[in-house]
């Protein structure tokens, strides 16, 4: 029992004489957040700096000097204000873009619509070929002609390969002398040999054969009707000519005007020659169709679409 006392009271001596730490356990810092008072600053990553040669200042780096002592670049590295421009006849370099030009405004223009301008008017090209079996069969049906140099007063005026014909036939003249291609020539002397020398020995027998045909225009660089606006005229291409009257062999002249309504073997020698002439060319235009045409035939070969054909 005495034991047991003592044993207490050595306990009680020992736990009173025992003293608590100043501080309690400190906690360890996460991993992804340490104390602000031991985590280290981190230094910033000084941005790259052009490099600069070793004799160049640092605050510019040098620049060419102009012929005239003066900075190629400003400060900022754009060209100066004053350069020259380059000549305005010397072609940009078209570099890698393909081979593509660059269009200039004028290369935009249009008609004051929005559409872009017409196409300039070009001479139509004869080929060799054609136009030779043409003049093989102008020689065989007669005709008096030469060829002439290519004609081109520009504005799609001109002919390729135009001739110069001075007989239709044998024994029938062209006056004066027409400029036209050989396809209109051609169409003439088989209106003439075919139709008009048979329709003037049918209605003037007397008058004797047909001696010459008067033209009153062929070749010639205009619009159509001589007037100042609108398409150009087959005259302009070399493909039309215009007949003002027959003349026969006993000085006899047939002129051509509106006879509609005579009723003589004269008026019905204009009729059926004009009517025919729809055989040999595509366009006839006599004195019945406008005002324009009142003292001629006009006729020409322009080619059409189904081979269509305006005969007035």
């Known amino acids: 029992m005495l034991f047991r006392i003592a044993s207490l009271f050595a306990c009680v001596a020992l736990l009173t004489s025992a003293t608590l730490p100043e501080s309690g356990p400190l906690p360890e810092a996460r991993p992804d957040s340490k104390p602000a008072e031991t985590s280290q600053p981190v230094a910033p990553i000084p941005e790259p700096k052009p490099q600069q040669a070793p004799d160049a200042p640092a605050e510019k780096p040098a620049t060419p000097a102009a012929p005239d002592g003066t900075d190629a670049k400003d400060k900022q590295g754009s060209e100066p204000a004053d ?3 380059a ?6 370099d078209k570099g890698n873009d393909g081979g593509k030009e ?11 619509k929005g559409n872009p301008p017409p196409e300039p008017l070009t001479i139509e090209p004869e080929s060799d070929a054609d136009h030779q079996a043409c003049v093989k069969d102008l020689q065989a049906m007669g005709a008096v002609f030469k060829d002439i140099p290519r004609i081109d007063d520009g504005d799609g005026c001109g002919i390729d390969k135009p001739i110069s014909l001075s007989e239709a036939l044998p024994g029938i003249k062209f006056k ?28 003037l027998p007397k008058a004797g ?8 225009s062929t070749y010639i660089c205009r619009l159509r009707n001589n007037g100042t606006t609108g398409k150009i005229s ?45 055989l040999y060319f595509s366009t006839v235009l006599d004195p019945e169709s406008d005002a324009a045409h009142e003292n001629h035939f006009h006729m020409d070969v322009l080619k059409r679409n189904g081979d269509f054909r305006y005969c007035h």
């Open 176 to 203: 004066p002398e027409g400029t036209m291609r050989c396809e209109a020539a051609l169409a003439l002397s088989h209106w003439m040999k075919e139709s008009v020398i048979p329709a003037g020995e049918a209605a």
């Open 102 to 112: 660059d269009k200039s405004p004028v290369s935009n223009a249009t008609d004051g």
């Open 209 to 216: 054969p047909i001696v010459t045909i008067n033209q009153a």
């Open 234 to 278: 087959e005259h302009a291409r070399g493909n039309a000519i215009d007949i003002a009257s027959f003349t026969f062999k006993d000085g006899t002249t047939v002129e051509v005007q509106p006879r509609k309504e005579d009723s003589t073997l004269t008026g019905a020698f204009q009729r059926a020659v004009s009517a025919s002439g729809c």
């Open 83 to 85: 350069k020259p421009a």
């Open 87 to 92: 000549p305005a006849d010397k072609p940009a």
